[in-house]
């Protein structure tokens, strides 16, 4: 596989065993989102429950995935108290869970002494990395890949150091 020519869909699909995501972030600016954001700050939360609008194509994905055999995990590392944008996200994850993502959850304070990666990432059958470049105030601004062994290991090291003390989701209280 071309990593020049590699795009995140083919990734997920070609994914054999494994696809983990680990978020770094208490806030994205991610466009798609912004409207659902907005309603759901003003009170409209009908968004995070809704299996079959803008969330559907993903979860959609996700369960295709999880079907053919591949373990797909998520973890967030947030500070607390969770910035709104986390709440937003938590009370949509059920979404994912249900999909066949797990997902948990990880205090800051309790990843202090994790070695990270400087971006939020997925990993591929634990050899191919995308990283996601966001700006300061968490708009998407584009991607890298690699499958440099050294840093996958360091992607895997560090997503395993993050899981083995998160918090599984239906536990994490926001």
């Not at 770094?24 to 995070?48: C, I, L, P, Q, T």
């Not at 840093?151 to 560090?158: D, H, I």
Request: include cysteine; proline fraction near 3%.
């Amino acid at each position: 596989m071309s990593l020049n020519a590699v795009d995140f869909g083919e990734l997920i699909n070609s994914a054999e065993h494994s696809a983990v995501h680990l978020e770094m972030r208490d806030a994205y600016g991610v466009a798609e989102e912004n409207s659902d954001f907005a309603a759901w700050k003003a009170g409209d939360n009908r968004s995070r429950y809704d299996r079959t609008g803008r969330r559907r194509e993903w979860l959609d994905l996700v369960e295709r995935t999880v079907g053919r055999g591949v373990v797909m995990r998520r973890a967030r590392i947030v500070s607390e108290p969770v910035s709104d944008y986390i709440r937003f996200e938590h009370e949509g994850a059920q979404l994912n869970v249900d999909a066949g993502e797990n997902v948990r959850w990880l205090p800051r304070r309790r990843a202090s002494d994790i070695a990270l990666p400087g971006n939020d990432f997925w990993l591929f059958d634990g050899c191919v990395v995308r990283f996601g470049h966001f700006s300061g105030d968490g708009a998407y601004i584009g991607e890298d890949f690699t499958d440099d062994p050294a840093v996958a290991k360091l992607c895997a090291t560090a997503f395993e150091a993050v899981w083995e003390r998160a918090i599984p989701h239906a536990e994490y209280r926001v």
